[in-house]
Each structure stands twice: as structure tokens, then as C-alpha cells.
């Protein structure tokens, strides 16, 4: 079975400082595509990044930018330059090449950026 | 270009009763997902659509809960009789192909008590 863990339920972090989230999963499969989606309180989920399994180089978009170990099955997001706007619950998910897109999901990370 | 949209935004029913929610896909998405997030714990993928057709409902609890997209459009979710244990937040999703990014909406809070 396909499972994704988050073992960071809580964390904050200083405005304009960095910090990384953990996502952990585990599938026998070899092709997948990797995500972490961004809840803000109260507003819908967005997708944050996105990364494809069979890609070696790590997925970046503007401050986000991802670290992935597919022999550790690992995948963390790092954000740089935290702004007050990126407090949201962050959710790391993945889903197998083969299937119909389905999402499965680890139990998210709530952050708080600080003034 | 309006987003996903899902009704009632929070419904509480008493143990027994029937609740109907409903998702509204961005235009043109065939793909509509429903998950669903039980308190403290992870989502869970419930069933796809593509267009009308159910393509995957392996996430289904159990029989209480009835899926529909009548037309390929708006797609509803009914639970009859609900149960305490369906308490939860319920996430509609879309996206143009199966492989495309999902376009969530913001939820429908189910409260049973």
C-alpha cells in the first residue's frame, strides 16, 4: 500500500527565514509524480510544486523549491524568504504514473511564519 | 474563470439523516475527484470521475455513500443514513486530464452528532 508521512504536525519559522518540511512515502512503484499542496486558513488548497519521480533535478518554483531522495523515498519542501503569507497548512502527496490521478495524501504540517 | 465551488460550505445533521453535498468543476474539467479529511488525519481519496463515469471508487466507506455526475457536470455526494464517523471535511477536486494539476474547492464541513 502507498502511504505518505508528515511527522511534523506543527511548525513556525521567522519572517524572511528559511524552513524545511518533511514528507516521507513509501511505494514498490517506480514512476509517480510527487506534490505538496498549501492550505491557507480558510481558502482552498493550492498545488505549491510539483515533482516527477523519473526527474533527477529537484523541482523549484520562485521560493519553493524541493528536495527529493527517491532512494530514501523523500521529499522535503523548503521555503526561502518566508513571508506572513505562507502560514497554511502544507500537504505533501504523491500519485502513481499508472493510476487515474488519485491523490494520496500525508497528514499535513501546519506552519506559522512570525512577524 | 470561477474556481470549484462546493455546497453547503458546512452542513450539521443528527446521526440517521441524509446529507447531500454538492461540487461544481471549474468548466471543461472531465476529472472530478472527492476526498475526505476525518479530524487530525490525512485525506483520503473517495472516488474519480471522468465525465459521467466513475473510474475509480475504491475510497468509498461503504454503501452509505452514494457519488453522482449526472451529465458529466456538477457531481453530488449523498450520505444515507450518516454516521459520527463521517464527521469530517469534504474536498471536491477537478482537472482537465487525469494527470493534470487538481483544482480543489474549499470543502464542505460535515458535522454529525
Known amino acids: 500500500a502507498q502511504t505518505v508521512t508528515q511527522s511534523q504536525p506543527e511548525m513556525s519559522v521567522q519572517e524572511a527565514e528559511t524552513v524545511t518540511l518533511s514528507c516521507t512515502y513509501d511505494?514498490?512503484?517506480?514512476?509517480?509524480?510527487l506534490f505538496w499542496y498549501k492550505q491557507p486558513p480558510s481558502r482552498q488548497m493550492i498545488l505549491v510544486i510539483r515533482?516527477?519521480?523519473?526527474?533527477?533535478q529537484n523541482a523549484t518554483e520562485n521560493r519553493f523549491s524541493v528536495n527529493f531522495q527517491k532512494a530514501a523515498k523523500s521529499f522535503s519542501l523548503k521555503i526561502s524568504d518566508s513571508q506572513l503569507g505562507d502560514t497554511a497548512m502544507y500537504f505533501c502527496?504523491?500519485?502513481?504514473?499508472?493510476?487515474?490521478?488519485?491523490?494520496?495524501f500525508g497528514q499535513g504540517t501546519t506552519l506559522q511564519v512570525k512577524p | 474563470e470561477a474556481g470549484v465551488t462546493q455546497f453547503p460550505s458546512h452542513s450539521v445533521i443528527e446521526k440517521g439523516q441524509t446529507v447531500t453535498l454538492r461540487c461544481d468543476p471549474i468548466?471543461?474539467?472531465?476529472?472530478l475527484y472527492w476526498y475526505r479529511r476525518v479530524m487530525g488525519k490525512e485525506i483520503k481519496f473517495l472516488l474519480h470521475?471522468?465525465?459521467?463515469?466513475?473510474?475509480?471508487e475504491s475510497g468509498m466507506p461503504n454503501n452509505r455513500f452514494l457519488a453522482e455526475r449526472t451529465g458529466g457536470t456538477y457531481s453530488t455526494l449523498k450520505v444515507q443514513p450518516a454516521e459520527l464517523e463521517d464527521s469530517g471535511v469534504y474536498f471536491c477536486?477537478?482537472?482537465?486530464?487525469?494527470?493534470?494539476?487538481?483544482?480543489f474547492g474549499p470543502g464542505t464541513r460535515l458535522t454529525v452528532t
Open positions: 477536486a477537478s482537472s482537465h486530464g487525469s494527470r493534470s494539476e487538481q483544482y
Open positions: 511505494t514498490s512503484e517506480s514512476n509517480y509524480y
Open positions: 515533482q516527477e519521480a523519473y526527474k533527477q
Open positions: 502527496a504523491f500519485t502513481l504514473s499508472s493510476n487515474t490521478g488519485k491523490l494520496i
Open positions: 468548466s471543461g474539467h472531465d476529472n
Open positions: 470521475f471522468v465525465k459521467e463515469s466513475k473510474q475509480d
